[in-house]
Structures are given as C-alpha cells and as structure tokens.
C-alpha cells in the first residue's frame, strides 16, 4: 500500500496496481466476512457488476473458510431492455464472476422477466427490507455514479430504495469504453437501481476503483463538495466506508503517490 488517509469519515487506501487494490480488498472483505459471521448466523452482501470490480472479485472466491452458504447475495442494478440472456446483463456479470462459482445460500437476481418494471421494483425493495445489507461492494463511475445513480437522477434523500432511472451520456459511453458494448446505439437508455439511500444503509461499504478513467471521478469524491452532482462523494457521511484505489485513479489527488 502507497498511501492510507481519511476524508470526513471515509477511509482511503492507495496500492500501486489495480491487482494489488483486488487482491488486498479482497483479503480485507474476506477477513471481514469470517468475523461478522461468528456474530451472525447469514450475512446479506450487495454486488457491483463491472469490469472496475474483476480484480476484487476473483481475489474474493479464491479466499478459504469463507461460509457462503451463509450469506445472501444481491445486486445493485440491472439494464431494462436486454434479454435475460445478455451478457452484458449485470446479474450474468456476477453469475459468471461469483455467484457461479461458490454456493451462496440465496442469489437474488434484479432482473425479473415476468414483472413490469414498477412492480420489480417494489418486489426487490421488500427483499431489502427483509435482509437489511451487512456489506457492499461496489464501484464509481466516471461520472461519479453509485449503482446507476448518476448526477441527474441521483438524491441523498431519496424516499424510494428500488428505482427505474434514465441513464446519462457519460454513464452510456462508459458501458462502450469499458467494452461492454460495441457501440453506443446499443446501451440501455434505462435501468433499474438500488438508489443512494439503499446503498448507505449497508453496515460497511468497499469501493474498489482502478484506472486513470476514474481519476476526476475519484478527485470530486475525495475532495470536492459533498452534493448530488458527484452522487459518490456521499460516501464521505458513512460511518464505515472504505475507498480502494490504484495510483492511476488517485493521480489527481492532493496527496503524493
């Protein structure tokens, strides 16, 4: 590790490699997940799906004596419009990522191709209810997004836990540079999210977030005003957040790495 600081409440950890910010996320989520579960009989754990998150996650299912037919997996966001089969489908993300590979005792899918979106909607959030988040692993995007709450759709106060949101220019083309998507025409103009509130309600929060793209991202969470234009920078009011970051995405920081 480069660099460990702190900003408001949020814990910082920098590593010089995006591999090296995996593999160290993972051995503290994993070390984590031992502990609360000698506390706990299940544990209740919400997923990102994207590439910023590979690393962490083939790290975390290489972990031993992680029970996790304790715990209950769930995701943060899903596209509307895709079949069920898509690849780019971020519930078929962390199928082949995670929930594939080590046997959970629930996987709860956000996807669900018999319900409209608005009752999708309200059957996700009853789960949440249900089995309130423990953990959540997650990423930002390049426009400072959480889930898929970029900055015009994105609420602190957000009276809903489960929303159908339309997705902005930068947030679609990030789909397209991340090489989800060959072309922009073929990005989901909407997708259903777990919204800000929902998140932070998660006992404890690892954000892993590598590569130079996030850098202005990683800088307005960090450093700039805590509002919605920069829905990240909430992270900062959260008892128990830790950011995990690469020198690439930490290079605009005010700190020497």
């Not at 998150?53 to 029970?67: A, C, V």
């Not at 079949?83 to 199928?95: E, I």
């Not at 390049?142 to 009276?159: C, L, Q, Y």
Request: charged letters at 30%; hydrophobic letters at 40%.
């Amino acid at each position: 590790m480069i660099k460990a600081f702190k900003s408001d409440k949020l814990k910082i950890k920098i590593f010089k490699t995006r591999e090296e910010m995996g593999f160290e996320a993972a051995k503290e989520a994993a070390r984590l997940i031992r502990t609360m579960l000698k506390e706990k009989d299940y544990l209740n754990i919400i997923f990102a799906a994207a590439p910023s998150q590979n690393d962490f996650l083939s790290s975390l299912i290489k972990e031993e004596d992680i029970e996790w037919n304790r715990i209950r997996a769930f995701h943060m966001d899903e596209y509307i419009g895709l079949s069920k089969d898509a690849p780019q489908g971020f519930g078929n993300f962390l199928k082949a990522a995670i929930f594939d590979k080590v046997v959970f005792k629930e996987v709860n899918y956000l996807y669900d191709e018999h319900l409209n979106a608005e009752a999708n909607c309200a059957r996700y959030e009853s789960l949440l209810e249900k089995y309130p988040a423990d953990l959540v692993f997650m990423g930002i995007g390049e426009n400072g997004h959480i889930a898929f709450n970029d900055p015009h759709v994105a609420r602190f106060d957000d009276h809903e836990k489960v929303k159908v949101v339309d997705l902005d220019l930068i947030c679609r083309t990030q789909q397209v540079n991340d090489g989800c998507f060959q072309k922009l025409e073929d990005v989901p103009t909407h997708a259903t999210t777990l919204t800000i509130p929902a998140l932070m309600r998660g006992k404890k929060m690892f954000c892993m977030v590598p590569t130079e793209r996030k850098d202005i991202a990683v800088k307005l969470t960090v450093e700039g005003s805590i509002n919605e234009s920069c829905p990240a920078s909430v992270l900062r009011q959260h008892p128990d957040a830790t950011l995990f970051l690469d020198r690439d995405s930490a290079a605009l920081l005010n700190v020497k790495v």
